[in-house]
């Protein structure tokens, strides 16, 4: 509606994006899954230019996916699962070392995989945080628990840099424009499930195709 339109960004619309992800079968869309994306990254350049590293980087990732989600492979790239499949079959991953398919989808995918364990690791902290919780501890014990693991350390200082300028909890919840911190709570309440799901649907694809470490 055009009421709705006028509303500004709201991260509850964001994370229910991540509702539309599951397949009746349980597979993931990759549609929806790329579109839950684009508004993290969209929140997260709110939060201002100290992140325009990160974003670029993620924004980079969500191009690689749309390129063949619209390309004339595209039929093949309906849900993650199709994907890795077509991609495997069709010898179109770099398995062990960088060759000749350094983009693949793939391997695309499973950085974003890995930061959407950031992403739940931090929801959860947020969601059992006090009013005195600062957002860049969260952020960072989040970050080290999961995506640090696999940065190298110039990333991982630059990274600890920005959390450091990352609002305060109060703050960083009205950003989330969700409602009182109540309600911010609730929703994350409701959220999370769902991003455990996607997570722990994808993390199973990828560990029975022995594809966790793709380079
Ligand atoms: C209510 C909270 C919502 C917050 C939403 C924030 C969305 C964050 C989006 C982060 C997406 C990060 C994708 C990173 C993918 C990655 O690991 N890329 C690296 C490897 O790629 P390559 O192609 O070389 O194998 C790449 O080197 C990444 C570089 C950029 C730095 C990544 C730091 C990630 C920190 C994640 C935490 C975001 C902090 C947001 C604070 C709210």
Redesign the pocket.
């Known amino acids: 509606s055009v009421a709705a339109d006028d509303q500004k960004f709201c991260?509850q619309e964001v994370l229910d994006t991540f509702k539309l992800c599951l397949t009746e079968n349980k597979e993931v869309y990759l549609e929806h899954y790329v579109a839950g994306?684009r508004g993290?990254?969209k929140?997260?350049s709110s939060?201002g230019s100290v992140?325009g590293?990160?974003?670029k980087?993620?924004v980079n990732?969500i191009k690689i996916l749309v390129g063949y989600m619209e390309g004339e492979n595209g039929s093949q790239y309906v849900t993650i699962q199709s994907m890795v499949k077509y991609e495997l079959e069709n010898e179109l991953v770099d398995l062990t070392k960088r060759g000749s398919h350094p983009e693949s989808g793939s391997?695309?995918l499973l950085?974003?995989h890995?930061?959407l364990r950031?992403?739940e690791l931090?929801?959860e902290r947020?969601r059992t945080s006090s009013e005195d919780s600062k957002?860049s501890v969260m952020?960072s014990e989040s970050?080290n628990e999961s995506?640090a693991q696999?940065?190298p350390w110039v990333?991982r200082k630059?990274?600890g840099m920005?959390?450091c300028v990352?609002p305060g909890r109060a703050a960083?919840f009205e950003v989330?424009n969700v409602g009182t911190p109540e309600q911010v709570v609730a929703m994350l309440g409701e959220a999370l499930p769902l991003i455990s799901e996607v997570y722990q649907i994808t993390e199973e694809l990828y560990t029975q195709n022995n594809m966790l470490d793709l380079p």
């Open positions: 991260l994306w993290l990254v929140f997260l939060l992140f590293f990160i974003s980087d993620a990732k391997r695309t950085r974003l890995r930061a950031w992403l931090f929801l947020l957002t952020c970050y995506l696999h940065h990333i630059t990274a920005a959390f990352l960083f989330m």
